[in-house]
């Protein structure tokens, strides 16, 4: 997650020709679970970098009509309710015959309780077995239709991919089966334990990674004892007691109608895409909406945490809580991040890699949430330049702040970040993974419209006034990890 949630050491790269790439969602290897990594994380693109689901303010979609083009240009957005009330959104796309699905649920690891991992672990279950079909048998009948299945799960939401061939009766037996997977898992025991060990390992190979462990004190510093506070792993402990009560319990409470948003890209036409919806939400119960998740506290004063390690080298944090989904500040603040740390010509990597050489890499992020989501820079340093960096980094971050951005840095990040625009959806996995941030997060219904315009009419001034608002300097969370002697 450069983290947006810091994923395992055991991740591994699916390798795959380039052409199925061109058409399939990133895949990686957590705890032994295929998940989806989204592709805007993957390549990094400035313009969608943790940035695209950071939407403005914005009237609910219930005063759309029931079944509209939500866009006229561009990029063109189908939106329907289905008849229990879950909203879907459609992208029609040619060339591919292929469909992508992802349901979106939201319940996240906010969503834990005193069971941090509860999420993660239950959303590992549902390819183990439906009904009479192990996990075994699961697969031979996905991967006979020649379709496909991950998940993922973030601080708000869990989000089940399917991925079918667009012949009807293929659609129609595999959409039949996911709604299965998702509504009737059925979570034996030796399933259970199974997906238990994998997490456990999971877990084990972070407490020896220096990134991980220092990300989850950085949590801990940021946020307390809110919900915002651990990955979406959990903890040993936690993961450990789960109960198979407790899991069957989370999800008939939290896998439901009421907190499902569908999001579909592929060349189907919208009647057959309406048809298939109505399908997985019908499985649904109707259940009842999530209450939304506790604000975060803005912190109150500067938290500086050393965690001795042995490494051969010292991870370095800088942080702050930077801002929620529906903050008007989103476009200036994606250009200053790009400005300041987003790719390999700024501010950060010019001064502390280029002219210092002290990292082999640097950069700054702003994650995503619903609520206040971390803002950090990190980088990896001999012990013995740790000091001198962290206090390089804070004076950059004080003096981007103070002054903002050049005319010449605030130009060439325009032109970066609306030109690499288009090629966000140059593929059908990337066009889910971003539809899918549209649908949950509510975005304008001309977002990706006006995004480039938004982008281009940018100033100095705005970018100024975005960073002295959303990073106070005085309370920055610092975490060094290494050897700190």
Known sequence: ???????????????????????????????????????????RLPSFHSDISQDLKVPTLKEQPRDTQITTEGLPIHYWQTANGVSVYFVPTEGLPMLDIQLSLRVGSAHDGDRPGMTSLLASLLDEGTGELKADDLAEQIEGLGSSYGFDVDRDRTVLAFRSLTEKDILNTGVALFSRMVTEPSMHAEAIERMRAQSLAALNQQALQPASVAYQALLKGLYGQHPYNHPALGNREAVAAITPAELQAFHKKYYVAENAVIAMVGGVHRDLARELSEKIARSLPKGEKNPEVVDVSPLKEAVNIQLPFAAAQSQILVAQLGRVAGDADLFALTVGNHILGGQDTSRLYKEIREDKGWVYGVSSNFERALRLAPFYIGLQTAPNKAQEAEVLVKQILTKFVSE????????????????????????????????????????????????????ESVTREDVKKAFEKHIPLNTLVTVVLGNTS
Do not use: H
Request: proline share 5%; aromatic share 12%.
């Open 1 to 43: 997650m450069n983290p947006k949630i810091l994923k395992c050491s055991l991740l591994i790269v699916l390798i795959v020709s380039v052409s199925v790439l061109a058409a399939t969602p990133f895949l990686v290897e957590k705890a032994g679970k295929w998940n989806i990594a989204s592709l805007t994380e993957w390549l």
């Open 404 to 455: 903002g951005p050049s005319d010449q840095e605030l130009l060439e990040a325009k032109r970066y970040i609306a030109g690499s625009f288009p090629l966000s959806f140059s593929s059908n996995g990337q066009t889910i993974s971003l539809l899918s941030d549209y649908a949950f997060y509510n975005l304008p219904k001309d977002f990706f419209n006006t995004y480039q315009k938004n982008i």
